[in-house]
């Protein structure tokens, strides 16, 4: 590699072999697969062969770490909060601090990838989903980068709790479009999406937005982010000296748990902690976590965990965050979840609130209401444990999207709902 | 294959024109009017496509999804569904009947239960927009068990090894899609579709129907010249949505489907077989 680094051990901090790869058809045990209209089948087999030619590539590497270090800002902080660990008693809790790459969240790691992506194999136009609007932001981002025509699908819903984002997409360039369908959030805005990319994929790269979909999605995107845990891994052993105990992540569709969580798979003695949306609470009804409550199922080319009816209808989610607000999961998760690696966990709406102030008071650091979720099960876990043990908490992005929902649940705003 | 659809390609044949293959989603916009509609249709088509409603049809445009929201808000369920095709297949014994819809539903119920219930109402041929001959594992010992045809889709993006893969481990007809994009969609290039038809038909031993974009007499008439089928689906459920009342609605689509019938039988296929 020949690209300019500021560190020169920046790229060897990376591992590139492709651990733990799902079969020849994208199956990971009986989940993932490619459940894709026909006329996707072709385009989706040309970005699986892109990615694989691109990820042998060192040039490719070269190019994307290189972005990494001097775009986004990479490597995050891994930072150990202390004030954090003693107000809650128990283990030491470290935070990967992904809220403090370009954007604001994770999601730009993958978009990076994904962008270079659409480059090389010549496409001029990107479009994507998105549901909090991170996603969106970080494709826009790319797109305003590399000179890309950008159209964003959002649910309508969606559009109107995180109106900030909306406007930031349109200052970097990109349409974003309302859907307006079924229940107008995430998962709609992937319909829509798919829609238009059966009718453009010629001169048209979908950027997917988590590490789900159909074959080669949730490979691609994972590999994007495991840049996440394999910073993470190496800066503990630096920091401690050691492994952390337990290692935690919010899940949606799961991009950033697999990017924090992958990296530590066969690290036997890390516990994987998955942490869904439990919304009004798991008995309500009323929540997005497909995992604990979900059954296999099919939808947005995938065999995975799904919130369906008995007769396979999928049904509307409810999380206070837009970006967990999808009744799916990504197919590896469901995978480990099945083989008995990842432990699942939840937080309510509530709690997930709650946390955000914990660590904003304790710490001056104002998380995203996702990453909250992961803080509030991380800090629940962490309580159980001895001072002598580590919990690592993904703090997937910042939490300046999420004022207007917070500030109106705090009863500092007007509740206009 | 399953008998009775190659019979209606046979007939069709014998009577020198294209197969009609019409569309309409099961209980839209209620079980009782789906149920005269699905009737009337059947009446006037060699090939009876019944939709199974979706929360999330990802493969079709804004006509068929609202069909399949208006069947789910009524409260149509799976079992509807095949009381329906019962009720058409009572009356109509020689009709090609293909249930079609995605996977997530027949998944949920279990392709071996779904299969065996769609075998008893009478279905011929199960076509599952989001089970690509790759993922056929899921669901193809089912469908064989209980003689069902599994219809699979080709379209502009196939390639030589797509159709190989279709012909191989598709049966009862191919379903050529017109268009790269949704269900509703502007009809492409006559020319580029019949090319691509043409080819298909030359390396594989099914009929090939082409759908996705069919609205008017006029094109069904140009697509029946050198297709063995024509599929016309949002062209009939729109009558749905555009007419005032039910009375309306079961006029309007009888009046579409017998132009549809007219322009496909008009023209005489015996020169081009």
């Given at each position: 590699m020949n690209a300019s680094f500021q560190h020169t051990d920046f790229a060897s901090m990376y591992d590139l072999e492709i651990k733990h790869p799902p079969d020849a058809g994208g199956h990971f045990g009986r989940f993932g697969g490619r459940f894709a209209a026909e006329t996707l089948m072709q385009p989706l087999k040309e970005i699986e062969e892109a990615f694989f030619d691109a990820w042998n590539d060192d040039a490719f590497h070269a190019e994307r770490l290189q972005?990494?270090?001097?775009?986004?800002?990479?490597?995050?902080?891994?930072?150990?909060?202390?004030?954090?660990?003693?107000?809650?008693?128990?283990?030491?809790?470290?935070?990967?601090?992904?809220?403090?790459?370009?954007?604001?969240?994770h999601?730009?790691?993958?978009?990076?990838?994904?962008?270079?992506?659409?480059?090389?194999?010549?496409?001029?136009?990107?479009?994507?989903?998105?549901?909090?609007?991170?996603?969106?932001v970080a494709t826009a981002t790319v797109a305003a980068m590399f000179g890309m025509d950008c159209d964003i699908y959002m649910g309508r819903e969606d559009i109107a709790r995180q109106m900030p984002n909306v406007l930031r997409m349109r200052l970097l360039g990109a349409n974003v479009i309302p859907v307006d369908s079924g229940t107008a959030t995430l998962k709609d805005a992937v319909n829509e999406a798919l829609r238009n990319w059966v009718a453009s994929c010629e001169n048209t790269f979908y950027i997917f937005g988590t590490a789900a979909g159909p074959h080669p999605y949730p490979l691609l995107v994972r590999q994007f982010h495991t840049v996440i845990g394999q910073e993470a891994r190496a800066q503990i052993l630096k920091q401690a000296g050691r492994l952390p105990d337990v290692a935690v992540a919010c899940v949606g569709g799961g991009s950033n748990a697999m990017g924090l969580l992958h990296p530590f798979r066969d690290d036997e003695s890390v516990r994987l902690v998955a942490v869904e949306a439990a919304g009004y609470g798991l008995s309500t009804g009323k929540h997005a976590a497909s995992l604990a409550a979900g059954k296999a199922g099919i939808l947005h080319g995938n065999l995975t965990f799904l919130l369906e009816d008995e007769e396979g209808q999928v049904t509307g989610t409810h999380s206070i965050s837009a970006g967990l607000d999808y009744p799916g999961v990504g197919p590896e998760l469901a995978f480990m979840l099945e083989e008995g690696r990842l432990q699942l966990d939840a937080a309510t709406d509530d709690e997930a609130l709650e946390a955000l102030q914990l660590l904003t008071r304790s710490e001056g650091i104002i998380p995203a209401l996702e990453s909250s979720h992961a803080l509030a099960a991380g800090a629940r876990i962490a309580k159980t444990m001895h001072s002598n043990q580590i919990v690592l908490i993904n703090l997937s992005g910042r939490g300046d999207k999420d004022m207007n929902t917070v500030f109106k649940h705090l009863g500092w705003l007007e509740n206009e709902s | 294959m399953n008998i009775r659809l190659s019979k209606v390609f046979e007939r069709c044949k014998r009577e020198g024109h294209a197969a009609l293959v019409g569309y309409l989603t099961a209980g839209d916009p209620d079980i009782a009017t789906s149920r005269e509609l699905l009737h009337a249709l059947a009446d006037q088509t060699d090939i009876l496509e019944i939709g199974m409603p979706f929360s999330d049809p990802m493969a079709d445009g804004p006509v068929i999804q609202a069909a399949s929201e208006r069947a789910l808000e009524a409260?149509?369920?799976?079992?509807?569904?095949?009381?329906?095709?019962?009720?058409?297949?009572?009356?109509?014994?020689?009709?090609?009947?293909?249930?079609?819809?995605?996977?997530?539903?027949?998944?949920?119920?279990?392709f071996e239960m779904f299969a065996e219930n769609a075998q008893d109402a009478g279905a011929d041929a199960v076509l599952i927009v989001d089970i690509p001959p790759e993922e056929g594992h899921i669901c193809d010992a089912a469908l064989k068990k209980h003689n069902l045809d599994r219809i699979l889709l080709l379209s502009p993006t196939s390639t030589d090894e797509r159709i190989r893969l279709a012909s191989e481990n598709g049966s009862g007809f191919i379903y050529y899609v017109s268009l790269t994009g949704i269900t509703g969609a502007d009809m492409g290039d006559i020319n580029l579709i019949r090319n691509k038809v043409t080819h298909i038909q030359s390396m594989s031993d099914m009929p090939v129907c082409v759908g996705f974009g069919v609205k008017t007499p006029e094109q069904a008439t140009q697509v029946a010249q050198f297709a063995d089928g024509v599929v016309v689906g949002s062209h009939f459920v729109s009558r749905i949505s555009e007419a005032k009342d039910n009375d309306a609605i079961l006029a309007t689509l009888i009046d579409s489907a017998s132009q549809m019938r007219k322009a496909v039988t008009s023209v005489s296929t015996a020169a081009t077989a």
């Open positions: 972005l990494l270090e001097n775009y986004v800002g990479r490597a995050t902080p891994l930072y150990h909060a202390e004030r954090l660990s003693r107000r809650i008693g128990g283990a030491q809790i470290y935070l990967k601090r992904e809220d403090l790459t370009h954007t604001g969240a999601k730009i790691n993958n978009t990076i990838g994904q962008g270079l992506l659409a480059r090389r194999m010549g496409k001029k136009r990107v479009i994507a989903e998105t549901g909090a609007g991170q996603h969106g | 409260g149509v369920h799976i079992g509807d569904v095949f009381s329906l095709t019962r009720s058409v297949r009572e009356t109509h014994p020689d009709l090609g009947i293909v249930l079609m819809g995605y996977a997530n539903v027949p998944y949920a119920m279990g």
